[in-house]
């Protein structure tokens, strides 16, 4: 059977990129991603830039590229809030946030960690573990870029801020 040709033309609705966040997202997997990526941010900004600063040498300037990291993610993500798969800039936006999230893992994996297991006592990281990983259980899981990202002011808001997002991720069913 003959079959007519295919247009191969992109409709001009189309981005000129490929689609293949579209095809692989359920429902909840950005609103899961945002909410882990955001608590990652601020128990990071609350305890691991802080730990920076005082441990490593040029720490303040490292702690400082962290945060602007943390920064950049987060404005991402409140571009991203909202928005459908098949929004126009659903795409552009996620291959953004994709780029910043492995450089900063990348950049954290292979300098910070590194430079902290060789100059810090493993007592000192146990106990910076055991503060981000408590630091997470009442972050906020919603961007708020305009959230300071310094240690005191972040440690002061962000847990009325997380209570906030988790009341509001329940009454919506966001997260389940």
């Known amino acids: 059977m003959l079959r007519p040709p295919r247009d191969t033309r992109r409709p001009a609705s189309r981005p000129p990129w490929p689609r293949p966040v579209r095809t692989c997202l359920t429902p909840m997997a950005v609103p899961s991603a945002t909410g882990e990526l955001v608590r990652h941010s601020v128990a990071e900004e609350q305890h691991l830039c802080p730990a920076v600063r005082e441990h490593l040498e040029g720490g303040d300037a490292l702690a400082d590229r962290e945060s602007a990291e943390h920064g950049r993610i987060e404005q991402l993500l409140k571009d991203l809030e909202g928005r459908a798969p098949d929004d126009l800039h659903f795409d552009r936006l996620m291959v953004k946030l994709r780029t910043e999230v492995r450089a900063h893992v990348d950049d954290e994996e292979n300098h910070v960690f590194i430079q902290l297991r060789t100059g810090v006592h493993p007592f000192v990281l146990e106990s910076l573990g055991t503060k981000?990983?408590?630091?997470?259980?009442?972050?906020?899981?919603?961007?708020?870029?305009?959230?300071?990202?310094?240690?005191?002011?972040?440690?002061?808001?962000?847990?009325?801020?997380?209570?906030?997002?988790?009341?509001?991720?329940y009454l919506t069913g966001r997260g389940r």
């Open 132 to 169: 981000i990983r408590e630091a997470k259980k009442s972050a906020p899981t919603r961007p708020h870029p305009s959230l300071p990202s310094t240690p005191q002011p972040n440690k002061l808001l962000a847990p009325g801020l997380g209570l906030v997002d988790r009341a509001r991720d």
